[in-house]
Structure formats: C-alpha cells, structure tokens
C-alpha cells in the first residue's frame, strides 16, 4: 500500500471517531446521489450505486440518509444537481495529485482549490498533466489475523482478484473495478471479515518523501484539500517509509 493509502486510512479511522462523522456523511450522501442520478435507483442494476451504498454501510450511515440520498438522485426528492469535476496538481516535491470533486458551482469550486494549493506550496496542473498516472481499482483490506495467506488468496483469486499483498498488519487486496464487488462477496462467504472496501485510483509509480519535513509538506497539501467540502476523494503518488509516516502522525 502507498504511503497515501496508509495516511488516508489514518486520517479515515480518527475522522470517523470525531465530529468529521457528519462530513463524511455529507460525502457519502453525494456520491449516492449522483450515482443513482447516472444509473438509477436500482442496486442491483447499478454496480455503481451498489458500491456507493456498501461504502456508507461499511461506515455506519444511517439507512434513511441512504435511502433519502437515492430518492433525491432518482428525483422523488428534491435536491440539488452536482457536478463531478476533476483536478490534477503538484503537492511540494513533484507529488501528483488528482483531487475529485461533486461541485454545484464549478468555478467555485475551481478557483477554491486552486487556492488550496498554492497556499500549501503545491500548484494546479493543466488537465491530463498526472491523471495518466494513476489507474483506477478496487481495494480491499483484510486483517492480518483475520485470514491465512492461503486461505486468503484461494477465496480471492477464484472470484478475480489481481494482487493480494502483505501491509504488515492487513492484507491489500487489488481488484478491476467491476470485481470488487464479487471478491468481497466471496471472501465474506468464505468467513474472512473485509475492513474496508472500495473503489480507488493507485499510482504506477511513487515518489518517495525521505524525511518527516517533507512528508508535512506533501500531507498539508493532501489534508487541506480532503477538508473541502466539495472534494470527494484526493489521490497522490508519495511513499512515505512507516517510521516517518508513525512519526508524523504522533
């Protein structure tokens, strides 16, 4: 797992504790939103819609503010119409960013984020400029303790995962987009609990940050714009060595 994945799942699990609980609601709410605009309101023929829904499950959000979030995507509720827009920049030290929005004031939203990254050091790029970088994919995370390697990878690899990798205290998981779904099915049905799973975009490359001064300087940037509230998802190329990221998450 990139040193991203690694502080994102940090900041993720402390957020979910505290008062950032209604913001990731809030997030939550839109993505189900527009999912259910785009595809409809039925889950099972909406793999999107389906994933947006396990993804506010998995982090404990009320079934009606679910439900509302459908409604309001398929139109029995009124709401308001957003906009998904993505950005690409530079986090200090050559780090790609790709910052994706659900905006209903694209140039709002555009200039705010522009801002978000000139003040923290970083810079917007021209559309394309590291969108190439990064793939789009499914991941899941296993406790360690949770499942054997061989039983892990039998369940995974069967229903068509790509990678499985050891994080230390999880396994990582890598699927295609539309498997996701299926290999956290199997593995459940293989009595193997999933800590999280979800649609993400993973760099082909990382740009490693040697010290804990640099790492501020690359987590300024990614947590200021994870603290919009138009952003939805923030992705970068860093590595972070686990000593550093320890000490600069103390």
Known sequence: ??????????????????????????????????????????????PTLRTMVQKARDASMPKENIERAIKRGTGELEGVRYEAVTYEGYAPGGVAVLVETLTDNRNRTGAEVKNIFTRNGGSLAEPGAV?????????????????????????????????I????????????????????????????????AELTMLAGQTVPLPDASAAKQVLRVVDALEDHDDVQNVYANFDIPDEILQAVEA
């Open 1 to 46: 797992m990139s040193g991203h994945s690694k502080w994102h799942s940090i900041r993720h699990q402390k957020g979910a504790a505290d008062a950032a609980r209604g913001r990731l609601f809030a997030r939550l709410a839109r993505q189900i939103e527009v999912a259910a605009r785009q595809g409809g309101g039925d889950l099972d023929g909406n």
């Open 131 to 163: 969108a190439w970088q990064f793939e789009r994919k499914g991941v899941i995370l296993v406790d360690r303790a949770a499942a054997a390697e061989d039983e892990l990878m039998t369940a995974a690899l069967e229903a068509g995962a790509e990678d």
């Open 165 to 196: 990798e050891d994080q230390g205290d999880t396994w990582q998981v890598t699927t295609g987009p539309a498997d996701l779904a299926a290999v956290r099915a199997a593995l459940e049905a293989a009595g193997i609990p999933v800590r999280s």
